[in-house]
């Protein structure tokens, strides 16, 4: 089974920024969180990745808190191309998808 | 450099017609995954590869077989297919850097069986 938890939608406007919480309370100590964002008929692809504080690329920024059982994931300004699922997960021995977070963006 | 690639991109089985589904990939990583994702859910674990010569059952591995081949292709099995085998697959290799995995999807192999 998956190890984190994530609304199951959203919806936003474009120009918005959007955060969407992901919970993994029984995160191990050296366990990173990674975020895939997922367009229709495609496979999904690595976002971003990040262990504590704040990660930011060029795509997102990744909130961790100091306990880690959860993170945010920010996407800034989203467009209707942003309408996608987007999964979180912490390692494991496998790699398990959850049903991850359907973000649907409105003109 | 193609990255991963899957064979067929789509797929028409009659009930019990068996197949294989290849995948292969240019970048030399160890793990190999399979996924399957039904419409409007999220991806399932079929099979995984840890490295050559090892396969590991996922969450959904009834009706499947896998074969690592070597360390480019793993390649997935349907023996007998069934209707409830309908789905997208897609593979994934895996880049294992420390206590960091990251992911690269195939297209897909889109799989009706009648």
């Known amino acids: 089974l998956a190890k984190t938890t994530q609304p199951i939608s959203m919806d936003s406007y474009e120009g918005q920024e959007v955060n969407i919480t992901c919970s993994h309370n029984?995160?191990?100590?050296?366990?990173?969180i990674t975020w895939y964002q997922q367009f229709p008929s495609q496979g999904p692809r690595f976002i971003i990745q990040?262990?504590?504080t704040k990660v930011t690329n060029e795509v997102a920024s990744l909130f961790i808190p100091a306990d880690r059982k959860s993170s945010t994931l920010s996407l800034p300004r989203v467009s209707l191309s942003d309408t996608a699922v987007y999964y979180c997960?912490?390692?494991?021995?496998?790699?398990?998808f959850g049903k991850g977070t359907r973000l649907h963006i409105l003109p | 450099n193609a990255g991963v690639t899957q064979t067929p991109k789509f797929q028409v089985l009659k009930t019990g017609q068996s197949m294989t589904l290849q995948c292969a990939q240019d970048?030399?990583?160890?793990?190999m995954y399979w996924y399957r994702q039904d419409p409007g859910m999220g991806l399932r674990l079929i099979y995984y590869?840890?490295?050559?010569?090892?396969?590991d059952k996922g969450e959904v591995p009834n009706g499947y077989n896998v074969s690592r081949l070597n360390k480019r292709e793993f390649s997935l099995r349907l023996e007998s297919a069934a209707p409830s085998q309908t789905s997208v697959y897609f593979c994934?290799?895996?880049?294992?850097?420390?206590?960091?995995?990251?992911?690269?999807f195939g297209p897909g192999t889109r799989l009706t069986v009648l």
């Open positions: 994934a290799s895996t880049l294992r850097e420390g206590r960091t995995d990251t992911q690269y």
């Open positions: 029984n995160i191990a100590t050296n366990d990173y």
């Open positions: 990040g262990y504590k």
């Open positions: 997960l912490t390692r494991d021995d496998k790699i398990i």
């Open positions: 970048m030399n990583h160890n793990s």
């Open positions: 590869s840890a490295s050559e010569g090892t396969t």
